[in-house]
């Protein structure tokens, strides 16, 4: 791995000396860096910071953060019962809990009111609001904003519609308004389907109305503090596309070529009944893959290349066989020198899909085990003169997912487009519940995100109203969402591949729907009715070595088919 690609994760780390732990108290961060490492990362980070803050990338509002600041709320009522308390002042707290109108009616009539500090000299333009309840195990039971009445000053000035949306939403006044007070009166909801308490969570001035893409791109970032916010935000949503998730980690543990005893960790990885037919002990085809491969190539290592153990004269990073640096970091809960870095050297890793085929493009590796590239990818390499090689050597299933407790046991095609494109927006078509849909993605080039791509043939996909809430960094994130008891048990659907699913992740607390009404299984999977099956390819870029195509050969043949089997995959 190239050293610049795993600066932005180590500048997150060394830009503070402290870090919050799980129980929230400080504790000390051990460093070791040389004085030229700062000014590596940092070149490294603004360069990377300048390129996401271009134009392509974000609208800057003309003050920077359009969100005005200095707000004080008070309302008209506030509930107050069993299940808690409501008050307004939860408007503006920043977290998804709600402010709940007392009446006695549907809360038509009720209203808050918002104070503008004396300091602010902005005229306001508009308002961001996320609608409803916050949590959205009972976004759909409560009663939503269907309008508002705005007063201006104590003056009537217009009334706005109000999306249905679990998302924030940015909403324009008919003029700039340089003004003191502003008075948001409901004028008509949207019925929850169990209670009568008109809820919002949230719900922030503008002094700017910024484009839609920009808005739903940095709505989060400016509510948690502003323009300086950004440097920290981009460093965070680089690690995350960049490294392996904390799940992630643990099935990299248990899937080392070797066992691993200063970790206390055998390997999993499954065993040849008998002596390999292929045995190689030099100019060792380097590998990588997605993660959800690991355990089946690293499976091939053990048959095929030479053990190595380790002791206390062989350190992780020149052992050869770790996977990457974010599990040192880890495994040392700090950072080695920086020159030690350097000498990091493994011909096995594993760094996620589109660090591997950007590493295969760059001639760091030989043989990469993925679904198919995406697009971007293919061009990628044809931009550096190279084109890929993909061998099929078993079959996986791509599959979607809901929470083991939503109705739903079958979804079908068109209505998987129809739910990725934005067409359908509600359950109640599928299983007549009245729910709205909250569609989880993955990141672009992530191997399950390019399988939602092919599937949509073509079709645009929505775009997520807020990233950071649902678009997933890892796997096993989309799992937990999924499985998740905060959201909606009738809401979230999302997808991943099978046999991560099962052996890596873990599938409690979710469902696998069947597609048209074929179920899959190993047998669906090998025959190709299920209409999601999806091949695993040791991928290349040609020019081979005569140990990388005697590999490849090796892992078409019984042997390797053995492995597959006994690893959990389907065989060709």
Known sequence: MKLAAILCLLITLFSCSKKENSQGTDESLPFGFGANFYEQAREKEWAELSRWNSPSYITIAPYGNPLVKDVN????????????????????????????????????????????????????????????YGNLNHYSSNNRVKSFRIYIDGNYSETIAIKDSISFEQYAF???????????????VYPGTTFNDTCIAEIALLDSIVDNAAFYENILIWLEGGIDIWRPYYRDHDQRITSVADADKLSLWSYLPFDFPYHGIESK?????????????DNLPRLDGATAMYPLYSSFVRAVYP?????????LLDWGYFPNLTLIIDYYEGLPELEELEDFYSIVQCNTTSTAYQRLIDGETDIIFCYEPSDAEIRAAAERGKRFYLTPICKDAFVFIVNERNTVNNITLQ??????????????????????????????????????????????LIR??????????????????????????????????????????????????????????????????????????AVTTGNESENTKKFIEWILSDQGRELIVKTGYTPL
């Open 73 to 132: 709320v008070s309302a008209s009522s506030e509930l107050e019962d069993s299940q808690g308390a409501y008050p307004a002042i939860n408007l503006l707290d920043k977290t998804w809990r709600s402010w709940a109108e007392a009446s006695n009616g549907n809360g038509v009539g009720e209203y808050f009111t918002l104070t503008i500090s004396e300091y602010n000299n902005r005229p306001i333009a508009g308002f961001a609001l996320k609608n409803g």
């Open 174 to 188: 008919k003029e700039p308004a340089a003004c003191k007070t502003i008075r948001f009166v409901i004028d008509a």
């Open 269 to 281: 990885i499954a065993l040849l009944d008998g002596r390999s037919t292929l045995r190689l002990n």
């Open 307 to 315: 053990e190595k153990p380790f002791s206390a004269d062989v350190g």
């Open 415 to 460: 209505q998987i487009r129809d739910i990725y494109s934005g067409r359908l927006t509600n359950w109640k078509a599928i299983n007549g519940v009245d729910d709205p849909v909250i569609a989880f993605q993955r990141a672009e080039n992530s191997g399950s995100q390019t399988t939602l791509q092919a599937i949509m043939r073509g079709e645009q």
């Open 464 to 537: 997520p109203m807020m990233e950071a809430e649902y678009v997933i960094s890892g796997m096993s994130e989309m799992v937990r969402s999924i499985a998740s008891k905060y959201y909606n048990y009738n809401s979230a659907i999302g997808y991943t591949f099978l046999f991560y699913l099962n052996n890596m992740a873990g599938s409690e607390g979710t469902k696998v729907l069947s597609i048209n009404g074929i179920v899959p299984n190993s047998q669906n999977i090998q025959n190709g009715s299920y209409p999601f099956s999806q091949t695993v390819y």
